[in-house]
């Protein structure tokens, strides 16, 4: 429960677009930028600013999708959040936002998803028919097919951004009579200017920018990797993995397959060396665990060797912006015994990560499982560098 007070200002997210030039796997909202999607970047903006309601639009399907992000956003002030379903148009995705506005609400801002990277003072600047604008950089000219028609002067022009606001009654009613007229409007101002009310500009963020096509999210992934904490320095993981004997076959560990041994069990060859050297670099780059990318839910994986996992894991990270420094790895069990093949291991392990790995194996003394040979348990630490 908040002990706030109702506030009198609302912002509604339209993030129901399917994201056509983007094109990506998933409504735009939901493709990542980093390990976090569209919509979460702007809802963090969003839960920057200070208290309002916040409600977002999501493509019909995605409210539940829509929801966690709005839950991770928001906090302490997930109480402040709701989520409706979206329409065909914009239009008619921002009328359903306004249609869920609490009552004490006067002042209403609308804001697009797309715009993940706003800046969260950019969200309460003025509220009464302003919108933020940029200036034009790029020459424009007016065109006729391939003709070129005429210049124009770009002193003339700007470009218009999100959040823009507007005070609430005069907005619904530009709404209810866009709707009447059947007009489909490109962005809210114009909309609400139709409707004979003025619109004010003040200063946009150049970080403000629409992602709409796939230069735009490189744009996004750029900055954000730039301005990320910490982006600077080395990072640490560790990962555990532990496998009991007795699946089918021989064993493998460690890349090797070890003939005569017995075999350990898992969901792939239960390599549990090379699971956790999986787990250690993708928890160093904070990019979720060998669970997400590679578990029951990825059966392509089922029956894989380390050469599978360790390339793509390094692929990963490549495509987050992450070079490998090296791991080192130790497991504890009676079986193998690993000290003659440990080079062999080790040049493998390294060859697949284009890094260095390092392989001790060590017994308990009898206790434990490992001690009982029931199983192995390992233990893997991993450097990776942002590049
Ligand atoms: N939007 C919406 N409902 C729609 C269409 C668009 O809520 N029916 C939202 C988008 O989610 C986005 C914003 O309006 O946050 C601006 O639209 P745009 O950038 O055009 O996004 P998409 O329509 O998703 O992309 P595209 O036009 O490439 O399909
Ligand atoms: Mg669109």
């Given at each position: 429960m908040s002990i706030l007070p109702v506030p009198d200002i609302a912002i509604v997210v339209v993030a129901a677009g399917s994201g056509t030039r983007l094109g990506g796997d998933a409504p735009k909202a939901f493709v990542g930028i980093d390990s976090r999607s569209i919509l979460r970047h702007a809802l963090d903006g969003v839960f920057a600013a200070r208290p309002m309601q916040v409600i977002v639009v999501a493509p019909s399907g995605f409210e539940g999708q829509a929801e966690s992000d709005l839950l991770a956003a928001a906090g302490d002030r997930a109480d402040l959040g709701r989520v409706v379903t979206g329409g065909g148009t914009r239009q008619e995705s921002v009328a359903a936002g306004l249609a869920a506005l609490w009552a004490d609400v006067d002042t209403v801002l609308v804001h697009d998803a797309a715009r993940a990277l706003t800046p969260p003072a950019a969200a309460v600047d003025g509220a009464s028919g302003v919108i933020p604008m940029l200036p034009v950089v790029d020459t424009l000219k007016?065109?006729?097919?391939?003709?070129?028609?005429?210049?124009?002067?770009?002193a003339e022009l700007a470009a218009a951004q999100t959040p823009q606001g507007f005070p609430r009654r005069l907005l619904e009613a530009a709404y209810a009579s866009a709707r009447e007229s059947g007009v489909e409007y490109t962005d809210d101002a114009a909309l609400f200017a139709a409707a004979g009310h003025s619109v004010r500009r003040i200063s946009g963020a150049e970080r403000g920018f629409k992602i709409t096509t796939q230069a735009d999210l490189e744009r996004a992934q750029h900055l954000l990797a730039a301005s990320a904490p910490g982006r600077s320095l080395p990072r640490v993981g560790l990962g555990t993995d532990v496998h009991a004997f007795g699946g089918e076959g021989d064993l493998w560990l460690a890349g090797l397959e070890w003939p005569g041994e017995q075999a350990l069990s898992g969901h792939s060859d239960g390599d549990a060396v090379a699971h956790a050297i999986v787990d250690?670099?993708?928890?160093?780059?904070?990019?979720?665990?060998?669970?997400?990318?590679?578990?029951?839910?990825?059966?392509?994986?089922?029956?894989?060797?380390?050469?599978?996992?360790?390339s793509r894991t390094r692929e990963i990270l490549a495509e987050h912006g992450f070079a490998i420094g090296n791991v080192s790895v130790q497991f504890q069990g009676n079986r193998p015994r690993f000290g003659p093949r440990r080079a062999e291991a080790q040049a493998l392990l390294s060859g697949m990560l284009g890094a260095p790995v390092s392989v001790t194996a060590t017994t308990t003394d009898g206790l434990g499982f490992a001690g009982r040979a029931e199983g192995i348990s390992v233990t893997a630490v991993a450097l990776v560098i942002p590049v």
């Open positions: 007016k065109i006729d097919g391939e003709a070129i028609v005429a210049a124009v002067d770009r250690a670099l993708l928890g160093a780059a904070g990019l979720g665990d060998i669970g997400e990318h590679f578990g029951t839910a990825h059966p392509e994986y089922s029956g894989a060797h380390a050469s599978v996992f360790l």
